[in-house]
């Protein structure tokens, strides 16, 4: 053991400084958060230093996951909020992945002007998201956006798109793909420059159409470029909490549940940090769920990840 500290003490003491940040900025408040579940602590009852006020919350066990996993409204509904959270990510994911494969393929192809389309094509990851979300929250605009003004010219009718109802969910989805798709072009593009031209060549001497050189040649090379991203992606989606608040605010057409867990803590008569916290705790769960399924998944199909 000293000769291994003498020889990696370096690399040890380069790394301990990260350990220590992440210690302390992502590990901590996690198991705050967690102790807060089996409490029934809110703004009430939480101590305050500057009012001289102690703590007054007790220990309720079990208690706040029951009432959030009964489904009932007082607790946000867990279950259809649930549903509504997979559908806003699942829908994401498979648009930024489809549409962002077939932009890698053009922009791998020669032709005039690929490193300007590139760049444009990058733009919407580039932007910062809440000046994308102002944007779009503008364009949308039921009385004055451009899409409803283009809608009406074209004599087609003009929805009311961050309204309660079901389309304000359709219209942040839309936002979320534009956001989302530059990242999956730029990783999907990178893996299509990888493969090897030699194997285009040989399945085009066999007599492969293009769409058998796809589905033989390129999705194969690509599946484990595609495993990565696909998982960045419903990780990143399942908690993309900008995109629905800045467009739509507290609307519960678009709720999901980071949305939900954001505004027990921060709104309301009483801030309630307990079920806040335990959707939190509960969010966590079914990502760690949904990976640990998809990374056995990715094994029984012989994928080493």
């Known amino acids: 053991m000293r000769r291994f500290l003498d020889r990696y003490w370096y690399a040890y003491a380069m790394v301990l400084p990260v350990v220590v940040v992440i210690g302390v ?15 029934d602590i809110n703004e009430g009852n939480i101590a305050n230093p500057f009012l001289d006020r102690p703590s007054t919350y007790d220990v309720v066990g079990l208690a706040n ?9 007082a607790y946000g509904a867990f279950w259809a909020t649930l549903v509504r959270t997979l559908i806003w990510t699942f829908s994401g994911v498979f648009f930024h992945y ?61 929805p009311v798109w961050l309204g309660q109802s079901n389309i304000a969910l359709v219209a942040v989805i839309i936002v979320n793909v534009w956001l989302g798709v530059p990242f999956m072009m730029v990783a999907l593009l990178g893996g299509l420059q990888a493969i090897p031209a030699d194997l285009y060549e040989a399945a085009e001497i066999d007599g492969a159409t293009p769409w058998q050189r796809f589905v033989h040649v390129t999705v194969p090379a690509l599946r484990s470029v595609s495993n ?54 509960l969010i966590l769960s079914v990502l760690l769920v949904f990976a640990t399924v998809y990374r056995r998944a990715l094994k029984r199909q012989g994928e080493v990840w």
């Open 25 to 39: 900025l992502v590990l901590l408040p996690l198991g705050q958060g967690l102790f807060f579940t089996f409490t």
């Open 65 to 73: 996951y029951l009432n959030v996993l009964s489904g009932e409204p």
């Open 98 to 158: 489809v549409i962002g494969l077939g932009l890698a393929m053009l922009l791998n192809r020669p032709m005039r002007f690929r490193s300007v389309y590139r760049v444009l094509l990058i733009l919407p990851w580039a932007v910062p998201a809440f000046i994308s979300a102002f944007s779009w929250r503008y364009l949308f605009n039921a009385d004055y956006g451009l899409i409803n003004w283009a809608l009406e010219s074209v004599g087609l009718p003009t």
């Open 228 to 281: 990565t991203v696909i998982l960045l992606g419903v990780i990143w989606t399942f908690n993309m909490f900008a995109v629905i608040y800045l467009i739509t605010g507290p609307n519960p057409n678009t709720r999901i549940l980071i949305t939900y867990a954001f505004e027990r803590f921060f709104s309301g008569a009483t801030r309630d940090y307990a079920i806040a916290s335990t959707y939190g705790v």
